[in-house]
């Protein structure tokens, strides 16, 4: 079955970046997008970009634009996600999600929580 | 920015129709998701491509598009169905995905 790992929570200080990583595993990991939601305690779902693992191209919403980055390595299935710059208002659960093209999001990991506090 | 609206809330009772919609001027020319998020869960797919619902989801579960509102329906409502349900399209050039502000549906 279809399965994305995430990996542990983060503490990290205002200026600091953090690297989230997602494992693929259940099928082909360069066949299908991987996008990046993130949630603030209490707060709605935000799209922050997607990434073609089999490419490596990207696409990043506008508000993370210059601040994040998104990358793969396919020998292991991994895909990760870099925020630079970090603030308190990043402070969120982040989530990778695999997205079959018309058919959407389907299939979601974890969750990272990554704090940002001085 | 894009945005797709919501409403905050919607309260029924079991047995009920509970109806959410989501407005926005691209979505009649791009599909809508819609997804189930229930407290410390990941969100789950629960309508996709405006209507076609995916294996393993409850028949009383529907989607519907007119003109720039689509609706999630849900049909006899039952208490598992609380939750927290979130529209999802993209800008009319269909490079930004965007997600409503999502709609908390109590059962009463």
């Known amino acids: 079955q279809v399965q994305l790992v995430q990996s542990g929570a983060e503490v990290k200080k205002p200026g600091a970046s953090v690297k989230v990583s997602c494992k693929a595993s259940g099928y082909t990991f360069t066949s299908y997008d991987i996008n990046w939601v993130r949630q603030a305690t209490g707060q709605g779902l935000e799209w922050m970009g997607w990434?073609?693992?089999?490419?490596?191209?990207?696409g990043y919403a506008q508000k993370f634009q210059g601040r994040v980055t998104m990358t793969r390595n396919t020998s292991i299935s991994t895909a990760y996600m870099e925020l630079s710059s970090l603030r308190s208002e990043d402070t969120a659960v982040y989530y990778c999600?695999?997205?079959?093209?018309?058919?959407?999001?389907?299939?979601w990991g974890q969750g990272t929580l990554v704090t940002v506090s001085s | 920015s894009y945005e797709l609206t919501q409403p905050p809330s919607v309260s029924v009772s079991p047995g009920q129709t509970a109806r959410i919609t989501c407005s926005a001027d691209a979505l009649p020319k791009q599909y809508a998701y819609w997804y189930q998020q229930k407290p410390g869960q990941a969100p789950v797919l629960v309508i996709y491509k405006d209507s076609e619902r995916p294996s393993g989801i409850p028949e009383r579960f529907s989607g519907s598009s007119s003109g720039t509102t689509v609706t999630l329906t849900i049909s006899g409502v039952q208490a598992e169905d609380e939750a927290d349900y979130y529209c999802q399209s993209a800008d009319s050039s269909g490079t930004y995905k965007v997600f409503g502000g999502g709609t908390k549906l109590t059962v009463l």
């Open positions: 999600a695999r997205e079959a093209g018309t058919l959407g999001i389907g299939s």
């Open positions: 990434m073609n693992p089999n490419s490596g191209n990207t």
